[in-house]
């Protein structure tokens, strides 16, 4: 009875290639989903290339399995891969996202809000398929015990064996796999859990690497040059940092809807610019805001291994008051040093519910907070920051109230391959709707404060809603389709602004289709406040061209 017992437990290696089978085949599906779907693939030389990819991968997961998990681990290393990979794999299928380091960034950024938002019964059933059913059946196996010295001679066999098959077949099949990658660059991105284990190894040790770094001043001869006046009489600029706004659905960019009809009015009393040509610096609220708040510049920024201060800390080095409100999941670590409120957890009856603020619930606690700032930086100048719920997906109808409900009907679903495409831009078309409106009524607050007034505008980053099956954002930039990167940016002055500046609106608007980036925001910034500062690049500050405009 006890030689049954031994001979129907499974050998550790043996249990690991059934695991190793699964998650080549099954945890791997949208990557043979996005393959097969590919011109490239089809006829005979397509089927032999899928084959070979699948046994290349088989091979790679088997080296990869039998090299790091031993049979004490066995059971809670192979729920872990079940977790990896069925979420990697829902996600993938569902939004058309793929799994990087930036894709991650975004998981660990992630609040309760969202994480909310995400989820839906379809996702519930892949943890269902994807991870309890197969983690049951495995955590019921029973493993046969090994004495140490044949299980290491086995296992170290069995993974150098899959890694040479692996190469060996890579290199027969080279030319055409190289050509499909480099002509598909995503399917590098879709390989479980392969995926996965780099976008953790390079975030986490990119994090840790950066973390102890020493935090590095800029900007330490900035000066305010605007002359002091009372703190109710001095400058104030409010920069509206929109988040996953697209400028393909915005009003003023041409979009058939008209998404911005209040904008269009400022717009049509002259006092208010729209820039139609702006690229982001990154494809995710993780990479864009600090980056678009850095003095480096994208290209400079995405290389640099040290730790700099953002803009915000040059406008308070120069003296004047800086002040962020979020009504987001955080400001990524450029408002750590300056005077910062969360709005989100705020019981403001007409702007809250379900755990949830709507973006005005920052104007209702702007007074309160500009108040709480030093009068003497105040005389200086203030600039303040309100960084939006705007557009965050998937739940677009939780980001426009009732009477901003235009476009109808609206996808109420979080699940958006479940909502037709048409009712899934009616909820976005709402809540560019709801931040024309929002944006609209900071700038009547402004209009109503008796000083020289200031807004701009400019969202994070651009969404995908379906094209070529992709929703949200996120992907990487070498990749990422033009809704992702495209973004709307205004600017609008008051009439006293307007006098103190010595500019003029139209200027500005002379200005208005010229290519820019988040690069400008840094130095057009600057330029905003009145802040000198070596630093400064006058040819990326939208404001210098129209000094003395008058």
Known sequence: MKLLSVRSA???TTLLAVLTLWLG????????MAIWTLPETQGLRALTTMVSLWLIL?????????????PRWLKPAGLVMLMTVAS???????????IDPSMLANVVQTDVREV???LSWPMLAALVLGVILPGIWLWRQPVRAVNAKPLLVRQLGVSLLALLVAVGLFWMSFQDIASLTRNHKHLRYMVNPFNSVYAVTRLF?????LASQPLLAIGEDAQAMAPLAPPDKSPLIVLVLGETARAANFGLGGYARDTTPQLRQLQAQGDLAYFSDVKSCGTSTQASVPCMFSHLGKAAYESSNQRFESLLDVLQRAGLAVLWLDNQSGCKGVCERVPNVSTTALK??????????????????????LAALDPARRAKGTVVVLHQMGSHGPAYYKRSPAAMKQFQPECSSHALQNCPSEQIANAYDNSILYTDHFIAQTVNWLQAQSRPTALMYLSDHGESLGEKGLYLHGMPYSIAPKEQIHVPMVVWLSKPMQRQRGWTMACLQGQSAKALTHDNLFHSMLG???VKTGLAKPDLDLFAACSGSR
Request: with cysteine.
């Open 348 to 369: 403001v009856p007409e702007f809250c519910k379900d755990g949830e603020c709507l973006d005005e619930v920052m104007l209702h606690e702007l007074p309160k907070q």
């Open 25 to 32: 085949t099954v945890g791997n599906f949208p990557f043979w």
């Open 10 to 12: 499974w050998h550790p």
């Open 205 to 209: 040790v990119g994090q840790a690497a």
């Open 528 to 530: 905003l406040s009145q």
């Open 58 to 70: 088989l091979g790679l997961v088997g080296w990869f399995l039998c090299l790091w998990v031993w």
């Open 88 to 98: 990697s794999s829902y996600f993938m299928l569902t939004y058309g996202v793929v």
């Open 116 to 118: 909310r938002d995400l």
